[in-house]
């Protein structure tokens, strides 16, 4: 498994993969807009957005990552935050997806992140996600509530 930096040409399977998250996760009822899409990828070439890709054998992208840093809300101080982490079903369990997280801290040290924030939104997996997670150092800190209005 390896996994590298975004490159335009994987603008395809990162969306095939975006269209598998939304008819897999919680969102499956809501709006889903390959032009939208297309705008956050290119969101990923300003700098203060990453996206990062899971090649397997077959050099198919079987994950992917997408992150941002701004600053807090209350100070300069910066956070950088997941805004999608997924790994197609037959590689969950893989080493894609810490590989993918990993990039993503990298990138994140290398910003001046003071905070590394994961969150799980989708509610697939999302115990075993979470436990994942934990094992990777980072904490449970909250709840993330919603109800659909």
Known sequence: MIVREMRPEDVGACTVLGMQLHQEGYFRDLDFDENKMMAVWQQIQQDNFCGFVAIDKHNDVVGLFVGLICEHWFGKDLLASDLTLYVTPFYRGSSAAMRLIKAFEEWSKAKGAKVISLGISTGITAERTGKFYERM?????????????
């Open 137 to 149: 150092g980072f904490n449970d800190v909250g709840k993330f509530y919603r109800r659909r209005s």
